[in-house]
């Protein structure tokens, strides 16, 4: 069956532009999840869905990073005024209910900002 | 949120057994262990979770003792196919699960 997709899988964007990210979960997960990680990193939290809402959204490193997530399925995340730091790996993944439950991973989409 | 310390790396032989052992010590009474593989360019991609004693499947087997304040992921004889970084978490319901930096195994002819 369909797994996690995200687009794009690549973009390069300069320094200071907006970037939208966008994760389409597989059909049913109720919980939505954005990571990122760096070259040679772990993963980095930064938010959670339940549904559209967003209970945790601890891990945003700054208000120029929002998510939304519609009719309980696409997510977009979304980076303002992108500096170089942001530069990494965006990793989504889906669970059938909560984190407890097996989270299945996307590809990715590597940003590079230049 | 329950913290996990586990090894920065690893090194094996292909066809030994290996295990990495995660220290969970403030777990909480509902909180589930989760094993997480993640090879280069890629997403993690579960293993094997359980709560306690012992659970195996057809990929690994992880050992949970009675105080449940640490894991052990066993992989039995490994390929050079298993070097990975293999995550430990620990959480239940909606908590948020915290991935870390991973234990970084490297297998070898």
């Known amino acids: 069956g369909a797994g996690v997709s995200q687009s794009p899988s690549n973009k390069v964007t300069e320094k200071g532009k907006d970037v939208e990210l966008r994760c389409d979960p597989i059909?049913?997960?109720?919980?939505l999840y954005w990571y990122r990680q760096s070259l040679g990193q772990g993963l980095e939290f930064l938010i959670y869905?339940?549904?559209?809402?967003?209970?945790?959204k601890s891990g945003l490193p700054s208000d120029r990073f929002s998510a939304e997530r519609t009719g309980g399925s696409v997510s977009t995340l979304t980076i303002q005024r992108t500096q170089q730091e942001d530069s990494a790996v965006y990793l989504c993944?889906?669970?059938?209910?909560?984190?407890?439950?097996?989270?299945?991973f996307g590809p990715g989409t590597r940003l590079t900002v230049t | 949120l329950a913290k996990t310390t586990q090894p920065i790396s690893m090194d094996s032989y292909e066809g030994q057994e290996v295990n990495i052992t995660c220290s969970h010590n403030?777990?909480?009474?509902?909180?589930?262990i989760t094993w997480y593989q993640q090879f280069p360019s890629q997403g993690p991609r579960f293993i094997i979770q359980?709560?306690?004693t012992k659970v195996t499947n057809e990929v690994a087997s992880l050992f949970i003792p009675a105080d449940r304040k640490s894991s052990t992921l066993s992989l039995p004889r490994v390929s050079l196919s298993d070097t990975a970084v293999y995550y430990c978490?620990?959480?239940?319901?909606?908590?948020?699960?915290?991935f870390g930096k991973g234990t970084m195994l490297l297998v070898s002819p």
């Open positions: 978490l620990v959480g239940a319901g909606y908590s948020t699960l915290t």
């Open positions: 993944a889906s669970s059938l209910v909560g984190s407890s439950y097996e989270q299945y």
């Open positions: 059909s049913g997960h109720t919980a």
């Open positions: 869905f339940q549904g559209n809402s967003a209970p945790d």
């Open positions: 359980g709560y306690k």
């Open positions: 403030n777990i909480a009474t509902n909180d589930y």
